[in-house]
T-cell receptor, first 113, second 113 residues
Framework: GENVEQHPSTLSVQEGDSAVIKCTYS??????FPWYKQELGKRPQLIID?????GEKKDQRIAVTLNKTAKHFSLHITETQPEDSAVYFC????????????FGAGTILRVKS | NAGVTQTPKFQVLKTGQSMTLQCAQD?????MSWYRQDPGMGLRLIHY???????DQGEVPNGYNVSRSTTEDFPLRLLSAAPSQTSVYFC????????????FGPGTRLTVT
């Protein structure tokens, strides 16, 4: 999506390895950064989010880090499992977009067992 | 509590036909939005609403109309379907886009021939 760039577009990892997906945003006033997971044929669901007053947030095997100076935030998945295979989307709310949540283009994560 | 519901699940239209995709939520959310999802392009915002009687355009509004007469319902109208509108359409709702999870509906897969 516009103003939110996401890399890589595809990522293959071996089961048990870590996966990292990175997003950059253009508006320094953005203050909310969610990550969504979409399994094949299903709807996107929120897995973790972070606000600009926090540098890192963890939830079991998932963590998100935020670097406001560099305007990027990353999703970290440790000890990956086959059920982590999905498309992951980052999002942000650029100020010039008002109330619009803008999504990145998505990363297809494949965990090979 | 049904969450966000969408109808129909699948639809095939001929070029030039019009139709309405239905979306409803029972969570008393003020914010509702419509996205289209195309391969490699993530979730692109079509239209959104911050409350009954208020709608605004997203990234890709051309060819679509919306209205919000009640808090619960947010229908999306295709005025004159075109093959470029072949996509999966998701409706979503939340309290605000910057406060917590956006709940997505199950999606409508639309094909325009």
């Amino acid at each position: 999506g516009e103003n939110v760039e996401q890399h890589p577009s595809t990522l293959s990892v071996q089961e048990g390895d870590s996966a990292v997906i990175k997003c950059t945003y253009s508006d320094s006033a953005s203050n909310y950064f969610p990550w969504y997971k979409q399994e094949l044929g299903k709807r996107p669901q929120l897995i973790i989010d972070i606000r600009s007053n926090v540098g890192e947030k963890k939830d079991q095997r998932i963590a998100v880090t935020l670097n406001k100076t560099a305007k990027h935030f990353s999703l970290h998945i440790t000890e990956t499992q086959p059920e982590d295979s999905a498309v992951y989307f980052c999002a942000a709310i650029p100020r010039e977009y008002g109330n619009k949540l803008v999504f990145g283009a998505g990363t297809i994560l494949r965990v090979k067992s | 509590n049904a969450g966000v519901t969408q109808t129909p699940k699948f639809q095939v239209l001929k070029t030039g036909q019009s139709m309405t995709l239905q979306c409803a939520q029972d969570m008393n959310h003020e914010y509702m939005s419509w996205y289209r999802q195309d391969p490699g392009m993530g979730l692109r915002l079509i239209h959104y609403s911050v409350g009954a009687g208020i709608t605004d355009q997203g990234e890709v509004p051309n060819g679509y109309n919306v209205s919000r007469s009640t808090t619960e319902d947010f229908p999306l109208r295709l005025l004159s379907a075109a093959p470029s509108q072949t996509s999966v359409y998701f409706c979503a709702s939340s309290y605000t886009p910057s406060r917590g999870e956006q709940y997505f509906g199950p999606g409508t897969r639309l094909t325009v021939t």
